[in-house]
């Protein structure tokens, strides 16, 4: 097949895949205990997805990820990230409703060092989540888009 | 030479200009660009340092060190720089590519006419 | 002497990038550091959160982060269009 590399490449990175995926989702899941976030987790997912074209040749991973999916995933975040903005629009515009409030995600900090309380900080880990799918699927469909785009030859 | 790191990072953004006057390959001035935005990040960073500061971070920090944390606001500006120069990037690499689909060559002083 | 013009531009630049760099605040003194102060005192207490930074792009700071992802949809809008081509219009 086109653009494949040799076998050794190939099980390295099957291998080396999982381990970024499982460290990327645990930046970007606990965003508000540790350094990390939205952003930072979701270019290591990236990253790690951004594997697979360069091993294993492009036209298999538009096969195995579909670039309209993960198109149509990218709006799902934005949208799913400006509707957490209205949650406490009876105050005004992102404001943290939940922080403090002994609901979900509403446990006190009390101040100083601590070792991480995971039910806290009200709407933030939505907020890292949502921004987390859309910095990950939207890098993945620019490295989709770069590979298969530049190599076709030119039409005129 | 106590403001060393601040002449650091302003060295990366003369190279970068450096890079972005004299070279001719598409190639190198998207190089020049992106040393550009590096060495702005590393000053805005490099900004709010306290001397023998930790990370801002409340989770295992040592309790003798916790009233003495560095400025947190410089970081939440780099991580949208950061961003913001990835999207700049992006795009500038997908013009070159078109670029040298229809021009055939990716010489700077070549690509001047408007082709139909 | 296009050359030679632009070269004593960027000479004249640098300069004045690296004289403004060595007079700065030193380096481990930052000048005004009340807002970072109240941030670093309050965010606990009203957000939350362990972590400062992210408290501040998502919460004290919330629209520029909004901002920020409208860039990158658009940049990704941008890429995605590029290579688009004229396939659909030719037919």
């Known amino acids: 097949m086109r653009g494949e590399?040799?076998?050794?490449?190939?099980?390295?990175?099957?291998?080396?895949?999982?381990?970024?995926?499982?460290?990327?989702?645990?930046?970007?899941?606990?965003?508000?205990?540790?350094?990390?976030?939205?952003?930072?987790?979701?270019?290591?997912?990236?990253?790690?997805?951004a594997l697979l074209p360069v091993a294993?040749?492009?036209?298999?991973a538009k096969r195995y990820l579909n670039p309209s999916l993960m198109r149509h995933l990218e709006e799902v975040g934005s949208l799913a990230f400006l509707a957490l903005g209205f949650v406490g629009i009876g105050i005004s515009f992102f404001y943290n409703v939940l922080a403090?409030?002994?609901?979900?995600?509403?446990?006190?900090?009390?101040?100083g060092p601590n070792s991480g309380i995971l039910n806290s900080a009200g709407t933030l880990p939505f907020m890292n989540w949502a921004?987390?799918?859309?910095?990950?699927?939207?890098?993945?469909t620019i490295v989709l888009v770069l590979l298969v785009g530049a190599g076709k030859e030119g039409k005129d | 030479m106590g403001n060393f790191p601040f002449v650091v990072a302003m060295l990366l953004v003369i190279l970068g200009l450096y890079t972005l006057l004299f070279k001719r390959n598409l190639i190198k001035l998207v190089i020049g660009a992106s040393l550009i935005e590096t060495g702005v990040n590393l000053f805005l960073v490099a900004l709010g340092y306290r001397t023998a500061g930790i990370a801002p971070i409340y989770t295992y920090a040592p309790p003798a060190l916790a009233d003495r944390m560095v400025l947190p606001t410089p970081q939440a500006l780099t991580l949208t720089s950061?961003?913001?120069g990835l999207a700049t990037t992006a795009l500038l690499l997908?013009?070159?590519?078109?670029?040298?689909?229809h021009y055939g060559t990716l010489d700077v002083r070549e690509v001047k006419e408007l082709k139909g | 002497m296009k050359k030679a013009a632009v070269f004593a531009a960027f000479v004249f630049v640098a300069a004045f990038l690296l004289f403004a760099a060595g007079r700065l605040h030193p380096f481990g003194e930052p000048s005004a550091p009340a807002m970072d102060d109240y941030f670093l005192a309050h965010s606990q207490a009203e957000t939350g959160a362990n972590n400062v930074v992210t408290a501040i792009v998502f919460d004290y700071r919330g629209f520029d982060t909004l901002g920020e992802a409208t860039v990158l949809f658009a940049a990704i809008l941008g890429v995605v269009a590029v290579f688009r081509g004229p396939r659909e219009d030719e037919r």
């Open chain 1, 5 to 49: 590399m040799s076998v050794i490449v190939r099980t390295i990175a099957r291998i080396t895949y999982a381990l970024i995926l499982v460290f990327g989702f645990y930046v970007i899941l606990h965003g508000h205990l540790t350094p990390g976030g939205g952003f930072q987790g979701g270019a290591v997912v990236a990253s790690g997805f």
């Open chain 1, 56 to 60: 294993f040749g492009a036209a298999a």
């Open chain 1, 100 to 111: 403090n409030s002994g609901s979900l995600f509403g446990a006190a900090v009390p101040f």
């Open chain 1, 131 to 140: 921004v987390g799918l859309k910095v990950m699927t939207g890098l993945m």
């Open chain 2, 82 to 84: 950061i961003v913001i």
């Open chain 2, 94 to 101: 997908s013009f070159a590519v078109v670029i040298h689909r």
